[in-house]
Each structure stands twice: as structure tokens, then as C-alpha cells.
């Protein structure tokens, strides 16, 4: 074999593995690659780490666009004011009071993704470290989730609240009339 062929060969390899999703999702901050139509959806997350006593929504609001995957997580606490996830620095997006919200790149499905969360319920802040597994088995449209749930149920109490002074006017004016 000549030297020419052989460097097309070892250049198309090296090629075919950085080009892999595999690869791609490894990428600092890069979000895997899913085969799903741009939206939203919810993913169910699993957290392990730290004492034990934080955690975050699950299942969790996920972002597909162009195919990328991205996760708004919501923690228990008001107390974390940044996430690191494969090396970059995500802030704190929640209002003051609230519960801490990050909206990260889920850099794979299925497997345990180490991040660290800072939280300053102590005092002084601690990076503490955590896995993340978000479920390819667990994703399913953005109404599985239990704030779209709750945007449901006071939709129809507005509904029934509305319908029923509605027919308290019509009772009471055929009762005078």
C-alpha cells in the first residue's frame, strides 16, 4: 500500500471519529444530538450527589433546536447560583426567591453526566458535585409536565367559575322575570 492511500485511510478515520455524535456531544457545553423534531418536551432526570437533601424536577422542560438538547432544570432550593456542565459556567436565571432554574445542554441521554452545582445555603458557597441521567425512555410531550398540568386545571376552574356565574345571571333573571 503507498503512502498516499494510507494517509487518506488514517485521515478518513480520524475524520469518521470526530465527526461521530458520540464525539460531538463530548464537545465543551455541546448538547447531543436527537432525532426529534424541534419543540419542547419533558425528560425525566435522575440527580445523585451532594447529602442527599437537593434535587431537581423531574420530569424536566427540554428544548430540541436542530436536533441539540437542552434541559431547564428547577432545584429545590433558591440557593444555587451556578451549574458547571462539561467545564462551562451556567448562571443562576431564577428571579430572587425563587427556586434556582439553569437552562443546560444535556450533553448525553441515558448515561451519568458529572456537573457541579454551587450553592451558598451555608454560608459560604460550595461547589458540590452531582450526576445527572436524563432518560431517552422518559421523554414525552410538554404537557406531562406538572406545570402544564396545573395551567390545565385553572384554565377549567376559570372555565366552570366563568360558566357558572353565567348561568347564576340567566337562574335569577328568569326567577324576576
Not at 9 to 23: E, H, K, N, R
Not at 158 to 175: D, E, P, Q, S, T
Amino acid at each position: 500500500m503507498n503512502l498516499r492511500k494510507l494517509t487518506l485511510i488514517a485521515a478518513a478515520a480520524l475524520l469518521l471519529l470526530f465527526l461521530s455524535p458520540a464525539a460531538l456531544a463530548a464537545d465543551v457545553g455541546e448538547a447531543v444530538l436527537l432525532d426529534l423534531e424541534d419543540g419542547e418536551y419533558a425528560v425525566g432526570v435522575d440527580i445523585v450527589g451532594g447529602s442527599g437533601k437537593a434535587f431537581v424536577s423531574s420530569p424536566a422542560l427540554m428544548t430540541v433546536e436542530n436536533g441539540r438538547a437542552r434541559a431547564l432544570l428547577i432545584w429545590s432550593s433558591e440557593n444555587y447560583d451556578y451549574m458547571i456542565v462539561s467545564g462551562k459556567k451556567y448562571l443562576n436565571l431564577a428571579e430572587e426567591g425563587a427556586n434556582s432554574r439553569f437552562d443546560i445542554p444535556i450533553p448525553a441521554m441515558d448515561v451519568p453526566i458529572e456537573v457541579v452545582g454551587d450553592t451558598t445555603a451555608m454560608g459560604t458557597p460550595y461547589e458540590i458535585r452531582y450526576q445527572l441521567t436524563f432518560h431517552s425512555d422518559a421523554i414525552d410531550s410538554k404537557s406531562a409536565l406538572p406545570q402544564e398540568a396545573a395551567k390545565r386545571v385553572a384554565y377549567m376552574a376559570a372555565i366552570i367559575i366563568v360558566g357558572g356565574g353565567i348561568l347564576n345571571y340567566f337562574v335569577k333573571r328568569r326567577h324576576r322575570g
